[in-house]
């Protein structure tokens, strides 16, 4: 049974551990998906805010983004679930000279051990999509976000993910693969609105994207590598469906037939007070 990989993580083999730690650096190298993030960070009070909780942290990418720039010179806490992730984030962060500024901490989105009102802003990159339950982990960031604090949401709506292929039927296929194996919470971007207003925060900004590889592919097709395998695995998709599906995939960029998109969503709320 296909299950987010994301939210089973601590479950992963290394070497798939691994691969999705390259994934997740890899987005942090990539013009595009780095200037969606900082649109949404520039809309935050980063000049005034002393302290900074980022949930979901992983490989510690979008930290070391917060702490580089001119704007932010508080410190961050960066929650998450899998301790793997949280040692290469702490590597990489020293090797950035951003040590003394982090503390990278192990913990469960839903149940946040951290005191109610302590952070100035509270960012969630890409995680409520494979989160459990998605209100909880809205409700514990207005938790922790001081009266008048900034909570800030982004990522894909990953039912609008899609590659593709000359095949329709396992085109088809390999989009609910990636959905099954890959995403716990496809649609949930579409849902922010309202969990947002039942966290008891007020909407303030929004930025919407879409993220395009139309003749080229590196974004998505080194996607499809990362989760190829992961979709073969879970049995969502014979073995042999995907690497043809791979193989067509590298072909189309050759030939400049490549096409994959996928919208994605940035949400700024603050807590009244």
């Known amino acids: 049974m296909a299950r987010d990989v994301f939210r089973f993580i601590n479950e992963l083999e290394p070497q798939a551990l691994e691969a999705i730690g390259e994934r997740l650096e890899f987005r942090g190298t990539d013009a595009t998906f780095s200037e969606m993030r900082d649109d949404y960070l520039d809309e935050l009070p980063l000049d005034s805010a002393r302290t900074v909780l980022d949930v979901g942290c992983g490989t510690g990418v979008e930290v070391r983004a917060l702490l580089a720039r001119s704007d932010f010179a508080g410190r961050v806490v960066a929650v998450d679930q899998s301790p793997a992730l949280l040692e290469t984030a702490r590597s990489l962060a020293a090797a950035a000279g951003f040590q ?80 099954a194996a890959a995403v716990a919470k496809p649609r949930v971007m579409r849902e922010m609105p309202s969990l947002l207003g039942e966290a008891g925060l007020e909407l303030e900004a929004t930025r919407a994207r879409v993220y395009a590889d139309i003749g080229r592919g590196r974004f998505f097709l080194t996607a499809a590598e990362t989760y190829g395998p992961l979709i073969a695995r879970s049995g969502a998709v014979p073995e042999v469906d995907v690497g043809r599906w791979l193989a067509d995939l590298r072909r189309a960029l050759e030939d400049g037939a490549f096409f994959a998109a996928c919208n994605y969503y940035a949400y700024v709320a603050r807590r009244p007070g």
């Open 100 to 179: 003394d500024r982090v503390d990278f901490v192990v913990g469960d989105a839903h149940r946040l051990d951290l005191g109610d009102g302590a952070f100035d802003v509270v960012i969630a990159h890409t995680l409520l999509s494979h989160v459990a339950d998605p209100a909880t982990a809205v409700r514990e960031m207005a938790r922790v976000a001081r009266p008048g604090g900034i909570v800030a949401v982004f990522d894909g709506d990953y039912a609008s993910w899609t590659w593709s292929h000359p095949d329709p039927a396992l085109a088809a296929a390999m989009d609910e693969g990636f959905r």
